[in-house]
């Protein structure tokens, strides 16, 4: 039986993450055989993956990346069971890693995500065997892309949130806009860029509830309708990013905000995750 060694065990620790002692006991179990070992905390990994699968993973970070010419921005949420690992910074870099890869290969799903090379395994395999690692489930909870003239990013304090911006035109002024544009969305949450996004489900359950409100308080039957369609306005302006006052100047729309950088600046998409 092969003879393991301190440097052993650390070189497959620097390898993979896993604990010392977890090291320690695959390379004994492999017969010193790295590979081996690799594959055995791998599975270790799988089994633990299998058992806290109906656990809840509301902690983690969320990470927003844009490309070099600011026209391709990912957000991704890697998501773990608690706090502590979250904050912890190698979590944090695998996280940027992962948007960072998912950023180069232009992916347009967190399916394509999950099947992206990484470390002689894909990304998919990485996160399981991080589960081994880690002690917690680690899933890719959330991933979206957006694509523009220009992409503007926001990360929240603590990694608590991601937004893109899509906008009309690429300028450094543009950019600073959009930026700005991007910690409204963190701020306010809208539901949707314009009227436009708003499911229809939404709408006509904002309606009913408009329409029972001014019943309630003894409107004429036939105003209800147009009662409620006047709180359907005040709904969009609140809840559509476009329609929303811009939090930096209360005076004017982000829609104006934007156009009062440059005259064609539009915010054409956006994409907001959050942890929980």
């Not at 690799?38 to 633990?48: A, S």
């Amino acid at each position: 039986m092969s003879k393991i060694t301190a440097a052993d065990v650390k070189k497959l620790r620097d390898q993979t993450g896993a604990g010392m002692m977890d090291c320690k006991k695959a390379l004994t179990e492999a017969n010193g055989e790295f590979e081996k070992a690799i594959e055995i905390l791998r599975k270790k990994g799988q089994k633990l993956s299998a058992k806290r699968a109906d656990r809840v993973a509301t902690e983690g970070v969320v990470i927003a990346a844009i490309s070099d010419d600011k026209t391709v921005g990912v957000a991704l949420k890697l998501s773990c069971e608690t706090d502590f690992v979250a904050k912890n910074d190698d979590f944090v870099a695998l996280a940027k890693t992962f948007a960072q890869a998912a950023l180069d290969s232009r992916a347009k799903s967190l399916e394509e995500v999950l099947a992206l090379p990484f470390e002689n395994i894909t990304i998919g395999e990485k996160v399981i065997e991080q589960v081994g690692v880690i002690g917690e489930k680690v899933e890719v909870a959330s991933f979206e892309t957006v694509s523009a003239p220009l992409v503007a990013d926001y990360i929240h304090m603590g990694y608590k949130a991601g937004v893109l911006v899509g906008l009309s035109v690429n300028s450094d002024d543009a950019y600073k806009a959009g930026r700005d544009v991007a910690m409204q969305v963190a701020a306010m949450k809208p539901v949707a860029l314009d009227e436009s996004g708003v499911d229809q489900s939404v709408i006509d359950k904002e309606i009913e509830i408009g329409m029972e409100i001014a019943k309630k308080e003894g409107k004429p039957e036939a105003m209800l309708e147009k009662i409620a369609k006047g709180k359907l306005n005040k709904f969009f302006k609140e809840n559509t990013l476009v329609n929303q006052m811009f939090v930096k100047d209360n005076k004017k729309t982000v829609a104006a905000f934007l156009k009062s950088v440059d005259s064609g600046l539009k915010a054409t998409d956006f994409k907001h995750i959050t942890l929980g």
